[in-house]
């Protein structure tokens, strides 16, 4: 089944992380079967860019990825709203791959301007791919307070850390690092002995396609080298007026879990329809007969399994970009095996003062 698919990327994005997810995404649509995809690219993120953006969109699909920070995807709704392009037939979807707003921009309709409320209606067209955050695996007690990580950090350290620059991930990580690798030399030593521990090459492999129990739960690294996240797809709650999770995915297994009922736009159908009953112009020879306009009405709704196989496709980004660019000597954080060298033998101070 054909879904057509638009995929917009704001090029006036610093972060690198939108382009390498866009161009791994936009690689893998196409190779799917019958599957139409029309990328385009905004230097500039100005309603004019948008709207002509949108009036090509609603003429191709009914599908929108946007790649972009945040405050961008917000001006794309509102554009969108202006043009009647959120009555529950189109489906836009973004990503966050966790809250900086430095880098990526805050997810929000909330920004306290004049189109606070026009943003809150048209977010209720807008669906969000996540990765389960730090935070939400903390156990209770684990998080700390930002305001105090700020007051440490300014008493002790003398170091200005507001609260706009907080990513707790990126704090976490080099703490989960070393726990990783102590728990790697443990084991090491224990089933290998103290001469394991001078083994570069041994100890890299250890890390590989393991599960390690942490302070924040279990960390997998696949076998890149890089850690699997799991995924969450979330929709705009209107009772609450934010994002809530609906759909979770083990990055690992592949397996999907619905985490609540899920309510669209405006009280339509979930999925929408992936092409109009009518086509996108409106003139489709099926609508010109009357048997054929019955007809018509049962055609094949958006895919849901087209949905979550984009999803799946931000949870493997990693492993396809690893894949495909194993060689390349950009991937600093990939072990070149070449570089590293075998143990050497039990070696002492004498020893190498004699060398």
């Not at 050497?344 to 003062?353: A, F, G, I, K």
Request: with cysteine; charged share 20%.
């Amino acid at each position: 089944m054909d879904c057509p698919v638009f995929v917009l990327i704001d090029d006036s994005t610093v972060s690198q992380f939108y382009s390498i997810v866009s161009r791994i995404v936009v690689q893998s649509l196409y190779t799917i079967p019958n599957q139409t995809v029309t990328v385009r690219h905004i230097q500039k993120p100005l309603s004019i860019q948008f709207q002509e953006a949108l009036r090509e969109f609603q003429s191709v699909s009914r599908v929108l990825l946007f790649f972009g920070r945040a405050e961008h995807a917000r001006s794309l709704l509102i554009n969108a709203l202006s043009l009647n392009m959120t009555d529950g037939e189109y489906v836009y979807i973004t990503t966050e791959c966790f809250v900086y707003p430095l880098f990526y921009g805050t997810l929000d309709w909330r920004y306290g301007d004049e189109n606070d409320k026009i943003a809150r209606d048209a977010f209720e067209s807008l669906l969000v791919i996540r990765p389960v955050d730090f935070n939400e695996t903390l156990p209770p007690g684990g998080a700390m307070d930002p305001a105090e990580l700020s007051r440490r950090a300014l008493s002790n350290y003398n170091f200005s850390l507001p609260l706009t620059e907080q990513p707790l991930p990126n704090l976490i990580a080099p703490y989960l690092s070393m726990e990783m690798f102590a728990q790697v030399l443990n084991e090491s030593f224990v089933k290998y002995g103290s001469s394991s521990l001078n083994d570069g090459r041994h100890l890299a492999g250890m890390f590989i396609n393991e599960t390690f129990d942490t302070f924040v739960g279990k960390i997998v690294i696949d076998g890149f080298g890089q850690r699997t996240v799991d995924f969450t797809l979330s929709g705009f709650d209107a009772t609450n007026i934010t994002f809530s999770p609906f759909l979770f995915m083990n990055a690992k297994t592949g397996e999907t879990q619905v985490l609540r009922d899920f309510s669209w736009t405006k009280g339509k159908t979930w999925p929408p329809r992936n092409k109009p009953k009518c086509g996108f112009s409106g003139d489709s020879w099926d609508c010109r007969t009357t048997t054929n306009t019955l007809l018509s009405g049962f055609l094949p709704a958006f895919p849901i399994m087209t949905l979550l196989a984009l999803f799946a496709l931000f949870c493997c980004y990693r492993s396809h970009y690893l894949s495909e660019k194993a060689s390349s000597s950009y991937i600093l954080w990939k072990l070149d095996e070449v570089l590293l060298l075998p143990a050497l033998p039990n070696v002492t101070d004498s020893d190498l003062l004699s060398i």
